[in-house]
């Protein structure tokens, strides 16, 4: 046997000794891990599926509710809603949170449609653009049912710069101070977002209208 052959046995033995070691340590522990890891892709790829089946679940039932209230039937469609509120998945308990909250207002009962949308601000579980969202549609409701403060009190931390809501803010802000006789606060509110190149194009046509319809009538100094 030449020395490079009787060299490559050894380290072949050695090898073989080595592995043989190391599975003795850890092999059990591997062989754990695997199952471990299996049972865990199992798990999850299940959960994903009933994940999927119930928010499917949950929009059928969503668009159910919403057939109801297009129906006028208010009532029904309210507690359909209130069910998906409690059952839900996913995002549709706080959809239907929202929902809920406008059917109320269709209703006729804007206190408790405010009552609604504030719970829903207040809820920190809550995405912060559903919440500021809910802020907003409170304040719409007061607009006709509520006085400035009570607008402002939802509406004017939405009207910074950076807020991506800040066009719809300043045109309830504008809107409520219009109706109050605040005409110099409203025009300032409407020319903001006709100046906004960030605004929507529809808010700045109505902010633009408004600001014409204030300058015209004399109101503002």
């Known amino acids: 046997m030449s020395d490079d052959s009787f060299i490559r046995e050894v380290n072949e033995e050695i090898r073989q000794e080595r592995a043989r070691l190391i599975w003795e340590r850890f092999g059990p522990i591997a062989i754990v891990a695997a199952v471990l890891l299996v049972l865990g892709t199992a798990a999850f790829v299940g ?12 929009g059928d039932a969503f668009l159910q509710a919403l057939t109801l209230a297009n129906s006028g039937k208010q009532d029904e469609a309210i507690a359909a809603l209130k069910e998906l509120e409690a ?18 207002s269709d209703k006729g009962d ?22 500021d969202m809910a802020r907003l549609r409170a304040a719409y409701i007061l607009v006709d049912h509520g006085s400035y403060a009570d607008v402002a009190k939802r509406a004017e931390d939405l009207t910074a710069d950076a807020n991506p809501l800040r066009s719809s803010a300043r045109e309830v802000l504008g809107l409520s101070a219009w109706k109050e006789g605040k005409a110099d606060d409203a025009l300032k509110l409407f020319e903001q977002i006709s100046s906004d190149d960030g605004a929507p194009r529809n808010a700045r046509q109505r902010a633009s209208l408004m600001s014409e319809l204030i300058r015209g009538s004399g109101a503002a100094s």
């Open 47 to 58: 959960y994903e599926y009933w994940s999927e089946k119930q928010a499917s679940r949950s």
């Open 87 to 104: 059952d839900g998945h996913g995002a549709y308990p706080t959809l239907a949170r929202m929902r809920a909250a406008t059917v109320l």
């Open 110 to 131: 804007f206190d408790g449609a405010v009552k609604a949308f504030d719970e829903v601000a207040a809820d920190t579980s809550i995405p912060a653009v559903l919440r």
